[in-house]
Nanobody, 119 residues
Framework: QVQLVESGGGLVQAGGSLRLSCAAS????????LAWYRQAPGKQRELVAT???????NYADSVKGRFTISRDNAKTTVYLQMNTLKPEDTAVYYC?????????????WGQGTQVTVSS
């Protein structure tokens, strides 16, 4: 099992910055990808950014150049630095970990943290 706990959400004005953190514990050695998703009211959950165990990153087009995903050397904490925030970035942000399994991939989720960007 893997446990994920997010922190760092809050209210910020447009153009501001926030940094989200996600602390992973449990069977973290089996994780091969960490990601941030977000879900705005009335919308589907969408992928924001990913980082592989090798450090490769990928971003949704809507956040490229503004958001940066990273992790600490121990690979127990993943971060999402969000700059130049826009009102449309308002959502609940979820940390996700993916673990390979003989039958596919197992997803683990944090409880989510609210990010609200005012105009």
């Amino acid at each position: 099992q893997v446990q994920l706990v997010e922190s760092g959400g809050g209210l910020v004005q447009a153009g501001g910055s926030l940094r989200l953190s996600c602390a992973a514990s449990g069977n973290i050695f089996s994780i091969n990808l960490l990601a941030w998703y977000r879900q705005a009211p009335g919308k589907q959950r969408e992928l924001v950014a990913t980082i592989t165990s090798g450090g490769n990153t990928n971003y949704a087009d809507s956040v490229k150049g503004r958001f940066t995903i990273s992790r600490d050397n121990a690979k127990t904490t993943v971060y999402l630095q969000m700059n130049t925030l826009k009102p449309e970035d308002t959502a609940v942000y979820y940390c996700n970990a993916k673990r390979p399994h003989e039958l596919g991939v197992i997803d683990y989720w944090g409880q989510g943290t609210q990010v609200t960007v005012s105009s």
